[in-house]
């Protein structure tokens, strides 16, 4: 989840190493991309293979690098664990690194990259294809020569999988049944569902699938420096008159090109307030994942029935909305699937990266 002092640390990554060049080296930069290439594969493998191994790419004799190998375990149980409470199988992982510094004294390199990351899964008691999603991070690493190899003495990034697996909503084995969704998604009169899902896909930024090479729209300011771009990507999805869903920027709700976002473009609760009082868009249900996935006398089959790609999840902590996310789909089972900014998210289950505490508020955009 977002926590500010996470925010906070991300700020002074991107600051001191996400748009600086390769610096040059005492080191041969080829032999660090080759070992940061292997080091992410294997990560890669170990998230989704039960017997895989990491230890060889950390000093365990070192707090730091101990820490950071204890980082890695605590993501594949969150996982898997995740993955136990949906009746899902993780069956694969691919992984892609675009290193944006390197920087070398003596026996340390220190790299910033971005993280794109393939995910893969099956349904452990349905006849299904495999599904696959998204996610992206960055990185900020220093690597030690020691004994003729590199290792990690350190790292961080800011990870959609950092939970407490203790803490995940449902029960081990079992398997949600989603309504499914057949409807065709096409553009409106007002809304342009259809471009709004497009632009979400286009610049989800480092999340494996995502277009635009990675990258964010030039044409916005990049929030994550000042605690979150979340809902700056929400409203851009909504509003971009070009690319995305072409609602008419309208009251306290601009973006000013060149200038950035007002308050209600880039806060979550100003966002969410806006949308609905303007008649832009309209509460569908509220509740935690338990309550939310149960059928009531309003909404027989769910709730999740009524949202349509396009639409918007509000995630909220301690009655504040902490995050916006994008509906941009469903899997097979009818599982939404959202793309987010911050860390960011391709086609990913809607409640992964939250807890039992979390409530959603489901958002419908009125075409």
Known sequence: MIKTAYLSMF???????GSSPIA??????????????????????????????MTKYYDQATRSSRNAF???????????????????????????????????????????????????YIYVDKVLP???????????LTLKKKGGSWIVLKEWYLDPLDENPKLIEGSIGDTVNFPLHNETIKDGQKYKRK????????YAGTAWGAGNKGRYNPKYM????????????????????????????????????????????????????????????EMIASGT????????SKHPDTAFAKLLPGDLIAHVLNNDVDHFSVV???????????????????????????DKHTHYILIHIND
């Open 195 to 202: 471009k709004a899902v497009e632009y979400a896909d286009k």
């Open 289 to 296: 994942f338990a309550e939310l996935i149960k059928p009531t």
């Open 222 to 281: 990049n929030y994550n420096v000042k605690g979150g771009d979340c809902t700056n990507f929400a409203s851009q999805v909504l509003g971009d008159q070009e690319e995305g869903g072409a609602l008419q920027m309208k009251g306290p709700w601009r973006y000013r090109y060149g200038g950035g976002g007002t308050r209600t473009w880039v806060q979550t609760d100003a966002f969410k307030s806006f949308i609905i009082r303007s008649g832009y868009g």
């Open 11 to 17: 700020t002074t990554l991107i600051l001191l190493f």
């Open 24 to 53: 040059n080296t005492n080191h041969s930069e080829e032999e660090i991309k080759r070992y940061l290439d292997e080091l992410f594969a294997a990560r890669s493998t170990f998230l989704v293979k039960p017997n895989s191994k």
């Open 70 to 120: 204890r980082v890695e375990e605590k993501r594949k149980t969150y996982l898997n664990t995740w993955g136990e409470h949906r009746g899902i199988h993780f069956t694969g992982s691919q992984s892609k690194i675009r290193v944006t510094r390197i920087q070398t004294e003596g026996d340390t390199a220190k790299v910033s990259l971005a993280h794109s990351q393939k995910l893969s």
């Open 328 to 354: 941009t789909g469903f899997d097979d089972n009818g599982y939404p699937l959202v793309n987010s900014h911050t860390a960011d998210r391709y086609r990913a289950p809607f409640d992964l990266g939250w």
């Open 130 to 140: 495999p599904q696959s999603f998204g996610i992206g991070t960055w990185h900020s």
